[in-house]
Structure formats: structure tokens, C-alpha cells
């Protein structure tokens, strides 16, 4: 490492399927010990299930459409940012069992979203507790036991 200048920071290449910079970032950020091809069929079954759900568009513009519609009051993603926060009540068991149907593919998915979510999307004040206490709580433990293994 060279300490006469700091390195130039490098532009993310577009993925070459959706031709993305925003695909290929999903990609980095979900790939884990370089293992780049699982990281990507993961992203691309995802997309696959989603047209196929669509029947018609491309899933791409579906997710810049979601981020560039982002409204950080809007009671449906606060919910959706609330389904992924367990909380110890009589919706425990509910979230347990939806939650055990997930592999630990999925499950570390869904923590490495909420973790990079808050560099994505501003989020509101009670968006950035909600998943902070996420993570904390429950999908942390995802980060962790892959950061080692």
C-alpha cells in the first residue's frame, strides 16, 4: 500500500445480464469471500421471480422505480421495515415460523439489505431505529456467523 497517495476510488462496472451499476452494487454487496457467481444467482433467481410475478417489465426499473418512490413516511415500507424487527409479543411465534421457512442464503440476504439500506435510501429517524434494532436483535447474527464462516 502506497503512502505517497491515497487510491483513486473506482467506479462500479455495470453487471453484464441488466447492464446495471446499481445490479452489479446488489451483487458486491451481497457476495460474500469473493464468491462472486453464487452472489449473482441469487440476485438474478430474485429477478427471475419477480418478472416472472410481473409478466411484463424489467425488474431493474421495478427496484429504481421502489428507491426513486421511496417515501420515508409511508406506512407501507415502515411496515415492511417492522415485519423484518421481531418483536417479543403475540406476533413472535408468527415471525419465528415465517422466518424458518427462509434458508440461510435468504436470511443473510435480508441482513446485508438492511445493512447497507441506510447508504441506499434516506431513511426517517424512526426507520433508522427500526433497523438498527433489526439487526441488533435478530438478522446481525446473519452478518456475523458469515463474516466467520
Not at 2 to 31: C, F, G, W
Not at 89 to 101: F, G, I, N, T, V
Not at 136 to 143: C, E, I, S
Amino acid at each position: 500500500m502506497s503512502r505517497r497517495h491515497r487510491a483513486e476510488k473506482r467506479q462500479t462496472v455495470p453487471d453484464a445480464r441488466y447492464k446495471s451499476p446499481l445490479v452489479a452494487h446488489l451483487v458486491n454487496v451481497i457476495m460474500k469471500s469473493g464468491k462472486k457467481n453464487l452472489a449473482q444467482r441469487i440476485v438474478y433467481g430474485a429477478f427471475e421471480k419477480v418478472s416472472e410475478k410481473l409478466e411484463k417489465g424489467d425488474p431493474v426499473d421495478l427496484m429504481l422505480s421502489a428507491l426513486e418512490h421511496y417515501d420515508s413516511s409511508s406506512m407501507r415500507v415502515i411496515g415492511t421495515l417492522t415485519g423484518l424487527h421481531p418483536k417479543k409479543d403475540k406476533a413472535w411465534e408468527y415471525h419465528m415460523q415465517r422466518y424458518s421457512l427462509l434458508d440461510a442464503t435468504q436470511k443473510t440476504a435480508i441482513a446485508r439489505f438492511l445493512a447497507e439500506l441506510p447508504k441506499l435510501v434516506e431513511l426517517d429517524s424512526e426507520g433508522q431505529k427500526t433497523v438498527e434494532r433489526a439487526l441488533r436483535n435478530y438478522w446481525g447474527d446473519y452478518l456475523q456467523s458469515n463474516a466467520t464462516g
